[in-house]
């Protein structure tokens, strides 16, 4: 698990770092980088939502890993070598399918193996880290983007992909020598588990196995309005860092003249590992809503930060933060749907997958709408503004958790 999670973000880097310099690379002004990054978004939290609930049943992860992996390989030769703006888009949006169901299939794989040690999701979740770092210095060191041809650039986005195609591959094979060497063992324990279960469902009517056969509407519904009103705030999170996730490499490239690209964003996923790693720590400490709502205080520091000190150390700064914004936030995140969940597997899928699609959801809208932003103002007035939209999503979530404690209470 450890290694496939390695993978998926190495993935992960090409795109974040790369994709909206390719981009650039072969034409496309700011504003249609931002509307093929809003119909990536879109398309990517869609298809997945549709999904969810047959993937739920099945639970099969490995072999649907297996597959994304195969099309994000596949997909990029077509990717580059189309021309015409809704060609290119038709195909982004295929991309990004595959690509943005990675985390919630990988993130449902380890917390099943997981099972009652949830806690420990963050130090898994470092190798993602750390596979982030490698290939963000791989191609700050290798990849020349301003003479960088139409192979390179298919080669760095399908090259990753096809190393985890074969990890997972890998996996898969050694979990069936696994399961048929210990077959007997696993009977017994199944035959087991079963007993136990059905003593534990004499004492507790089955609540979880109720919760299973619900809708998806109908398992939605039963998170509660507290459960929404932080949605309503990580939502605002990833909103807020639409710019960082997608125009940073143009404010570095464009803006601050400096080619440091790959080293910024190694910088940053650097960073996150030892807030990911020590997150458990820390949600045990303070709990996971109160991180949250610290975390999203963060990315308006961050964005004040690339708009008011527009160089270098700004940008680094800027990068320090994610140990926050991302590194402690999204544990926190999964721990939350975790919890609100009940450890049901069909909710918890449903619940990773609602949380995934917020930053999808959040940088359909940011994207699309910074990138005219950046053409008819500048990168300052980009930060500002996403700035201002968080601020304000804290203090309304701040009112309306009073008011509700103070109903309550009454």
């Known amino acids: 698990m450890i290694f496939i999670d390695f993978l998926i973000f190495t993935i992960y880097a090409v795109q974040n770092a790369y994709l909206p310099l390719f981009l650039r690379n072969i034409g496309y002004t700011a504003s249609e980088v931002g509307f093929l990054y809003g119909i990536f978004n879109f398309f990517g939290i869609l298809i997945p939502m549709v999904l969810t609930p047959i993937v739920s049943r099945k639970n099969n992860f490995i072999f649907i890993l297996f597959v994304q992996g ?25 991309y990004a399918v595959f690509y ?79 399961n048929k060497k210990d077959g007997a063992q696993k009977s017994e324990s199944a035959s ?40 309503g705030v990580i939502f605002f999170e990833f909103f807020g860092m639409t710019p960082a996730n997608n125009f940073l490499s143009m404010y570095v490239q464009e803006e601050l003249k400096i080619s440091s690209v790959g080293f910024l964003w190694a910088f940053n996923s650097i960073c996150e590992i030892p807030f990911m790693f020590l997150s458990g720590f820390f949600i045990k400490k303070f709990g996971e809503k109160k991180l949250i709502l610290i975390c999203t205080v963060a990315v308006i520091v961050r964005n004040l ?65 910074g990138g005219i932003i950046i053409d008819l103002f500048s990168y300052r007035i980009l930060f500002l503004v996403f700035a201002f939209f968080v601020l304000c999503a804290v203090l309304i979530y701040e009112i309306l958790e009073k008011l509700i404690l103070r109903k309550r209470l009454s």
């Open 70 to 94: 195969i099309f994000l390989t596949i997909i990029p030769f077509a990717l580059f070598n189309v021309q015409g703006f809704l060609l290119t888009a038709i195909f982004i949006a295929l």
């Open 192 to 231: 087991s588990s079963v007993l136990d279960s059905s003593s534990s469902s004499l004492k507790n009517p089955g609540e979880n196995s109720l919760r299973s056969q619900k809708s998806t509407l109908e398992i939605m519904k039963s998170f509660g309005l507290g459960f929404w009103l932080m949605i």
């Open 305 to 369: 930060l690339y708009a008011f000190v527009p160089n270098f150390y700004g940008a680094i700064l800027g990068q320090m933060t994610h140990s926050l914004t991302y590194g402690l936030f999204f544990p926190c995140c999964i721990m939350f749907a975790s919890k609100a969940a009940a450890r049901d597997p069909k909710a918890t899928m449903i619940a990773f997958t609602i949380v995934n699609s917020l930053s999808g959801l959040a940088a359909v809208i940011g994207a699309s709408v």
């Open 100 to 178: 943005r169901w990675l985390v919630p299939v990988s993130d449902s794989l380890i917390t099943s193996k997981l099972g009652e040690h949830q806690e420990k999701y963050g130090a898994i979740r470092v190798a993602g880290s750390v596979g982030f770092v490698v290939m963000a210095l791989l191609m700050q060191k290798f990849c020349k983007v301003e003479s960088i041809s139409l192979t390179g650039m298919i080669l760095w986005l399908a090259v990753p992909a096809l190393l985890f195609v074969f990890s997972v591959g890998a996996y898969g094979f050694y979990e069936r020598l696994a």
